[in-house]
T-cell receptor
């Protein structure tokens, strides 16, 4: 069965500094990977996804993520953090080996950008 | 184009009561999902539906039932609510994946349910 781990419950970064939110995954086949963001009292919003191709994926709001198959990781990054990036971030995975379309989420990482 | 809508936004139930959470999407998506979000647990998949007339269990299906009424609507029913079902419930939809296809999900605003 597929699973996702987000090892950090919270990440604090000063505004203007680069940020990284970590994600590792486990699947039996090849993964499809996603990042979502959740602002307070809102549903989740899609940021980016990795399907195939370049290991560096660019998404919304200046975010990017790097797929690393050997380390089974898909870390979310941004070169320069904004206070408005403060939110809850979720990594999700689908195992391409599954015939179904089941997508499993991690526990989330709360990102605080300090002014 | 409203996207994914959920009703109600808030609900308080007593233990043993039943209720149905409604979800509808207007994006002509085939796949629909129900998740629950709990502090420290992230999102956990309750049920999903790859197409009208089909439903499958997710990670935490016990205590819930679902109905895919038509392509637009996917409801979640709690037959006998328990305090452990206090949570925020999210519905999502996407284009139908499977095989080498996969698509991002669109989420509703959530239903905050408290069971006392």
């Amino acid at each position: 069965a597929q699973s996702v781990a987000q090892p950090e419950d919270q990440v604090n970064v000063a505004e203007g500094n680069p940020l990284t939110v970590k994600c590792t995954y486990s699947v039996s086949g090849n993964p499809y990977l996603f990042w979502y963001v959740q602002y307070p009292n809102r549903g989740l919003q899609f940021l980016l996804k990795y399907i195939t191709g370049d290991n560096l994926v660019k998404g919304s709001y200046g975010f990017e993520a790097e797929f690393n198959k050997s380390q089974t990781s898909f870390h979310l990054k941004k070169p320069s953090a904004l206070v408005s990036d403060s939110a809850l971030y979720f990594c999700a995975v689908r195992d391409i080996g599954n015939r179904d379309d089941k997508i499993i989420f991690g526990k989330g990482t709360r990102l605080h950008i300090l002014p | 184009n409203a996207g994914v809508t959920q009703t109600p936004k808030f609900q308080v139930l007593k233990t043993g009561q039943s209720m149905t959470l409604q979800c509808a999407q207007d994006m002509n998506h085939n796949s629909m999902y129900w998740y629950r979000q709990d502090p420290g647990m992230g999102l956990r998949l309750i049920y999903y539906s790859a197409s009208e007339g089909t439903t499958d269990k997710g990670e935490v299906p016990n205590g819930y039932n679902v109905s895919r009424l038509n392509k637009r609507e996917f409801s979640l029913r709690l037959e006998s609510a328990a305090p452990s079902q206090t949570s925020v419930y999210f519905c999502a939809s996407s284009e139908r994946g499977g095989g080498t296809l996969t698509y991002e999900q669109y989420f509703g605003p959530g239903t905050r349910l408290t069971v006392t």
